[in-house]
């Protein structure tokens, strides 16, 4: 699978309406995964303003059509650069950041750019009009793409962190290897449910042997949208890449399951969610129908039981129907942070440090040499108290 197939692949996507897209039977699932970007970006905004960067300037490396521009209007960043493969993707991205900026009623709307290039062979850098660093660098859903093979993983990474500020970071979402790799294995080499499909293209391999750490080829079909294939990123390769050779250190990584659970603790977690309408509400309101078949709401079913045998009067829950959840439960969202460097130390500090290091070094030595330094101390204060008693006696014996 070359670049220039997926750019064909996703240049082929037709955009959906707002009417169509209400009536995809995973329309909950992808409102949730915008929900998991928003609550991601929402994170990362409060680390940055604890840092005294109130508008953060982002890189959107594999932007897509430009899903995430509202984002970034609602994060209040400086000016954005969104950069893509697929030539008709990033035309559709500017289409709709032209019609953002013409609604926009403030005085201020950021700026932004818009490269098309293939990010596991161009240098991005060579691009940019505006070579300022970045705050954030964001790639949703994206990055595992360019794990055909080393040197396109490598070429990817480098353009995605590469131009990142000192405390700046690099955001993400991304298929979890793992769990694709259990569930396929459990299924025989397959995993299929009402709204998605995982198949290894080499299922020998997937099934009896370790699969490579890059060129782990699978196709991942979404309501019964052919995909292209993709292929395994294991997070802990991306990880010591990132740690080892980009300066980068780890802040987080979560399956989407705990991710939900930990952002759903918070109010303005679950108000985003019901603003998004992440979650579907079983059982539906009169009139409507839930989105997967009645054999997939099991588990809201009972869940909403046990609550009213609690007390609770509740009247419905909010939830994804089990094909939904499945299908998210195959995804990570990850933070880094870009290592910022030491501060210069004041020579009064460094030879502090140094005496403090030597004491834990050799701590045996330090005390040995402690009751040296004490008993000369006492020798001398005994010898000096006595050449003055000798000198007042002296004194004394001369005044009589
Ligand atoms: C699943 S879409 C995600 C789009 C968007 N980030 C989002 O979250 O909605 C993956 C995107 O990655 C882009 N992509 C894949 N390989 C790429 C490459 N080598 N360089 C740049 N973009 C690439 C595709 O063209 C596609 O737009």
């Known amino acids: 699978m070359s670049s220039e197939q997926v750019a064909e692949h996703y240049n082929a996507v037709k955009e959906v309406g707002v009417e169509k897209r209400t009536e995809s039977r995973i329309f909950y699932m992808r409102n949730f995964n915008n929900w998991v970007k928003s609550m991601l970006i929402n994170e990362i905004l409060g680390h940055l303003r604890q840092d005294g960067v109130q508008f953060p300037r982002v890189l959107d490396i594999g932007c897509g059509k430009g899903g995430d521009l509202r984002k970034w209007d609602i994060a209040r960043v400086s000016s954005v650069t969104m950069t893509d493969i697929a030539d008709v993707s990033v035309e559709q991205a500017k289409g709709r950041y032209e019609e953002m900026k013409d609604r926009n009623r403030r005085n201020f709307f950021f700026p932004a750019e818009f490269i098309v290039a293939d990010s596991t062979k161009d240098d991005l850098m060579e691009k940019y009009a505006n070579k300022m660093p970045f705050d954030i660098s964001s790639c949703q859903f994206s990055l595992h793409y360019s794990f055909?093979?080393?040197?396109?993983?490598?070429?990817?990474?480098?353009?995605?962190?590469?131009?990142?500020?000192?405390?700046?970071?690099?955001?993400?979402?991304?298929?979890?290897?793992?769990?694709?790799?259990?569930?396929?294995?459990?299924?025989?080499?397959?995993?299929?449910?009402?709204?998605?499909?995982?198949?290894?293209?080499?299922?020998?391999?997937?099934?009896?042997?370790?699969l490579p750490h890059f060129g782990a080829k699978f196709h991942f079909t979404l309501d019964e949208q052919v995909n292209c294939p993709e292929f395994l990123a294991h997070f802990s390769l991306l990880q010591k890449i990132l740690v080892d050779e980009f300066d980068m250190d780890l802040v987080f990584v979560r399956q989407f399951p705990d991710a939900a659970k930990k952002w759903m603790a918070s109010r303005e977690g679950r108000e985003l969610a019901s603003k998004m309408r992440a979650l579907e509400k079983y059982p539906p309101f009169p009139g409507q129908n839930p989105s997967g078949e009645a054999d997939e709401y099991g588990y809201a079913e009972e869940q909403l039981k046990k609550m009213n045998e609690d007390g609770n009067k509740q009247k419905y829950i909010e939830c994804l129907s089990k094909s939904e959840w499945e299908a998210v439960c195959m995804y990570l969202v990850f933070a880094f942070r870009k290592r910022k460097p030491e501060p210069e130390k004041k020579p009064e500090e460094e030879v502090k440090e140094a005496e403090e290091d030597r004491k834990r070094k050799c701590p045996a030595e330090d005390e040995a040499a402690g009751d040296e330094v004490l008993e000369k101390r006492q020798k001398t204060e005994e010898e000096e108290s006595g050449q003055e008693q000798g000198k007042d006696n002296g004194e004394q014996g001369g005044a009589e």
């Open 148 to 210: 055909c093979d080393e040197q396109s993983a490598r070429t990817y990474i480098r353009n995605a962190v590469g131009n990142l500020k000192p405390g700046g970071f690099f955001i993400g979402t991304l298929p979890d290897a793992n769990r694709i790799v259990w569930a396929a294995r459990q299924g025989n080499g397959m995993f299929k449910n009402a709204v998605c499909s995982i198949t290894f293209e080499n299922t020998e391999q997937l099934l009896n042997e370790q």
